[in-house]
């Protein structure tokens, strides 16, 4: 009898040895605090098992947070991959990807992701060969109710288009005026592409200018991206660069520009979320 219980209690100290053992992927709410010099810090909030997008943000950002209690149990040569993948439109995307080196003693890995209201499969995996998974979860992220709301009364983009603006220009000034306005371009040449608005936004990370060539059907085919971050800005208006290589050939070019999370250039720009678009001509 003593001998049957010694294995039962051996077999149950196993199997809570091996449950241990295996990473657990966690989320946590995503804590952002401004000092009085205006600096902003982030840090880890409350763990959150269920998910909703906040009334004031389009996504809801989250730190992912994987305990690894023993690194032998997640072996690779290279590197660790944390890949946060969704379905769009039949088309698997990938929203967020992280890596570290490979693992020489138990640590806790963290990344922080923005996440629209989606289904997402968050998975840790080998970065050589992304089908060894390590470890996965499923997660739905809730639309809030009262933006559901409004986007279906606005066709699903929660922001006035009309206070959003691309010029396709020379140059930009020092009081971001823009200077050599102009709507055609020869080609190979390079212009400066700058987004303005009225209104002051609030900071969703990095934000992605998607371009494409206009074909004589009218459907657009997928040239270049340009993922450009913000900062450490709470608040901004407007954002710039000089583009030189995406406009070699001849043709009508179509510019978005809209958060990173809203768009996949290699999909097409999700038309419902980009905040601005402007047609360029390459002569």
Not at 5 to 25: D, M, N, R, V
Not at 195 to 222: A, H, Q
Request: glycine content about 4%; some cysteine.
């Amino acid at each position: 009898m003593k001998k049957s219980l010694l294995i039962i209690l051996f077999i149950i100290t196993g199997i809570s040895t091996i449950i241990a053992q295996t990473p657990t992927i966690k989320l946590y709410e995503f804590v952002s605090t401004k000092n009085s010099a205006g600096d902003i810090s982030s840090k880890l909030g409350k763990e959150l098992n269920t998910f909703t997008v906040p009334t004031t943000e389009r996504t809801l950002r989250m730190y992912v947070q994987i305990n690894i209690t023993d690194f032998t149990k997640v072996k690779v040569k290279n590197k660790l991959q944390l890949i946060v993948k969704t379905i769009d439109n039949g088309n698997e995307l990938i929203i967020h990807d992280w890596v570290w080196n490979a693992l020489t003693k138990n640590q806790t890995l963290k990344t922080d992701c923005y996440f629209p209201a989606g289904d997402y499969t968050i998975s840790l995996v080998d970065n050589d060969n992304p089908e060894k998974i390590f470890t996965t979860r499923k997660i739905s992220v809730l639309q809030n109710a009262n933006l559901a709301e409004k986007q279906k009364n606005d066709e699903g983009f929660p922001f006035n288009r009309t206070h959003f603006k691309i010029w396709t220009c020379k140059s930009v000034d020092d009081n971001w005026k823009a200077i050599g306005q102009t709507n055609k371009i020869d080609a190979g040449s390079c212009i400066n592409l700058f987004f303005e608005s009225t209104d002051k936004l609030k900071n969703f990370g990095s934000m992605r200018w998607g371009i494409f060539k206009v074909k004589l059907d009218g459907t657009e085919e997928y040239v270049n991206q340009l993922d450009q971050g913000i900062g450490q800005l709470e608040l901004w208006r407007r954002l710039t660069y000089e583009e030189c290589d995406a406009f070699s050939t001849p043709g009508k070019y179509r510019i978005y520009i809209s958060t990173k999370d809203d768009a996949d250039a290699y999909f097409a720009v999700n038309n419902k979320n980009y905040f601005a678009k402007v047609d360029l001509t390459v002569e």
